[in-house]
């Protein structure tokens, strides 16, 4: 877990006006160390360690979380479920478009309905992601994979708006109320870098606040920050600190939509709070912020976090802390637990053997430093040769040891890396096992519990990642709800033990392959104590298994503790440090029987 000095900075602070307009953060580190948010969640170290616990007496009761092991659902926002036929076509969207390159009809109302139903308990996650909501560029383009349009929510025109394809604010606050009251953690895609492209009807945001080119060569830091990432997107001026008057298309929209004057009223409230100046990122950030302060946004997913200057996530993070804050001093009743806001990085080909350093080629750079709590990691889902002791060993050191207090996020498939851990979804099963069963926080790509193609015929670039959610393959086919099922039980399960993430790993047998994880420690008046045993059976253990399987578990349980499997339900006793089993799948996974 971070230092206290670490822990950004409180709401009281948030009322001062403490910058001057250049060097903004090297001002406000003394502020931001000697400042606590609203909770300290300090760390217990030992052999087995926690490292985050409510503090807060209201919210004792509540089960135990840890983003360093939380389980993460992300989804193309547009592709997920249609829940509103109604808002389908805006902006007379209606051009022909490349396969996949249209708006599909996912929208909010259709996320709420399958948060309303338990599809996300039932598969035991932690915390929705979905991509950008803003308001997209009206018109499409055509960037060399055939004519698009902005659904997956990355080319935005007005961070302060919604897209009426994806729904309404008022939708939006129903969701987070809505997931908040299952124990559902919401994150939204923050994009701080770029705008959407330049068309003939959305045209490009004025030199003060965007750079025209060049396009970014990534073998630099100034060839990955100061650039285009692609030709046709317009890239903001983060590094400037020049005070920028609106963009005019952007006031011209205001007006006309009647909200001008409360838009620059909160503007000039922002800025006089914060003394910040009216530079580009800032205007954003407090855009982005304003997600966190209306509606309880518990985190954010920061989009092509390496092509912005590494201090501007540090100032990011101050806002946002500042915001949660706030949105939590407002809204007790609606607190989940005091987990801290969380931010999530993608860097790039970032990878966990990187550690807190990401080389760009002429230097490197730390984006844990008062910034990111974890980076996504890309290593994982290319690590097919790998055993899963070799796997899991590897993870739990290094998160244990140099990575002590930060996290990563794991994933198999998503929605822009075209080299996914099982693109002809062959193994669905063992993407299942690798990916929820790996120490850090997973990250489920929407449709990898029901083994969604990610092949589909016709498409240009990362649009064959992005197909619309099988639905029907679930109703009508009985594998698909074998493999949905599978990947519940075991969703579940690390739902319930924060250790199989977060927890210390050791294997206990090589034969057949069995593991504990163990979170064990004291956070002031609340006592974590998980540990759990898994095994993972070859076709060659469960052949040799004909009558009952012996299962190793070490010193992990006392002798005569009641364990049971999750998986099967069998409830049998440790006898001499092992349990035996007579009934058991593929996959076994111990806890004490409740």
Not at 8 to 17: F, N, S
Not at 104 to 120: H, N, P, T
Not at 319 to 346: M, N, R, T
Request: charged share 25%; hydrophobic share 40%.
């Amino acid at each position: 877990m971070k230092q206290v000095a670490q822990l950004k900075l409180a709401l009281t602070a948030w009322g001062q006006k403490a910058f001057a307009p250049i060097g903004f953060f090297a001002q406000i580190k003394p502020l931001v160390s000697a400042v606590v948010l609203m909770s300290v969640v300090l760390m217990s170290s030992c052999q087995n360690k926690v490292k985050e616990a409510s503090s807060d007496e209201s919210t004792a009761q509540t089960p135990y979380f840890n983003w360093e092991g939380a389980t993460i659902y992300f989804m193309l926002t547009d592709r997920f479920n249609n829940g509103d036929l109604t808002n389908d076509l805006n902006y007379d969207r209606s051009e022909p478009t490349a396969v996949l390159r249209g708006f599909e009809g996912g929208d909010l109302s259709g996320i709420i309905q399958k948060i309303e139903e338990g599809y996300f308990n039932e598969l035991g996650v932690h915390a929705l992601w979905m991509t950008p909501l803003v308001e997209q560029i009206h018109a499409g383009t055509d960037e060399g994979t055939g004519y698009t349009y902005g659904y997956h929510g990355y080319w935005a025109k007005d961070w302060t708006a919604l897209d009426p394809n994806f729904g309404t604010m008022d939708e939006l606050k129903t969701l987070v109320d809505a997931a908040h009251r299952k124990g559902i953690r919401v994150l939204l895609d923050a994009v701080v870098n770029h705008h959407g492209p330049q068309t003939q009807v959305d045209g490009i945001w004025p030199e003060d606040w965007v750079r025209r080119g060049p396009t970014c060569t990534h073998d630099s830091y100034a060839g990955a920050t100061s650039c285009n990432l692609v030709e046709n997107l317009p890239d903001v001026l983060t590094e400037s600190n020049q005070e920028v008057a609106l963009p005019p298309q952007l006031v011209a929209k205001w007006q006309e939509e009647g909200r001008l004057e409360q838009e620059m009223a909160e503007l000039d409230a922002f800025f006089e709070r914060t003394g910040y100046p009216r530079a580009p990122r800032f205007y954003i950030m407090k855009w982005l912020s304003d997600y966190v302060t209306d509606y309880g946004i518990d985190g954010f997913r920061v989009d092509t976090a390496k092509h912005t200057e590494v201090t501007v996530w540090e100032e990011f993070r101050v806002i946002c802390d500042a915001a949660f804050a706030q949105w939590k001093s407002e809204h007790p009743e609606a607190v989940l637990d005091q987990s801290p806001f969380y931010l999530v990085g993608e860097v790039y080909s970032y990878d966990i053997h990187h550690l807190k350093d990401y080389d760009f080629g002429d230097r490197t750079e730390n984006f844990f430093n008062n910034s990111f709590d974890a980076l996504i990691n890309f290593h994982i889902k290319g690590t097919q040769d790998m055993s899963l002791e070799e796997l899991y060993s590897d993870y739990s050191n290094i998160l244990n040891g140099p990575m002590d207090g930060y996290g990563t996020l794991n994933f198999m498939s998503s929605h822009d890396d075209g080299s996914p851990f099982d693109k002809a979804r062959i193994y669905p099963y063992e993407t299942a096992r690798r990916l929820l069963l790996a120490p850090g926080a997973a990250q489920i790509y929407y449709g990898d519990e029901l083994a969604r193609p990610l092949i589909i015929e016709g498409t240009q670039g990362d649009a064959t990642l992005r197909s619309f959610m099988n639905w029907a393959d679930l109703e009508n086919k009985a594998e698909t709800q074998k493999i949905l099922s599978y990947w519940q039980r075991l969703g579940q399960f690390r739902a319930s033990h924060m250790a199989v993430g977060a927890g210390v790993h050791q294997q206990l047998a090589s034969e057949p392959y069995t593991f504990s994880r163990e979170l064990i420690g004291q956070e002031n008046d609340h006592k974590v104590d998980d540990r759990v045993v898994i095994a993972v059976l070859s076709d060659a253990d469960l052949k040799s298994a004909d009558e009952g399987l012996t299962i190793v578990t070490g010193e992990v349980f006392a002798e005569g503790t009641l364990l049971q499997d999750a998986f099967t339900g069998q409830k049998v006793p440790v006898t001499q440090g092992a349990v035996y089993l007579t009934q058991f799948e593929d996959v076994v996974l111990l806890e004490q029987a409740r």
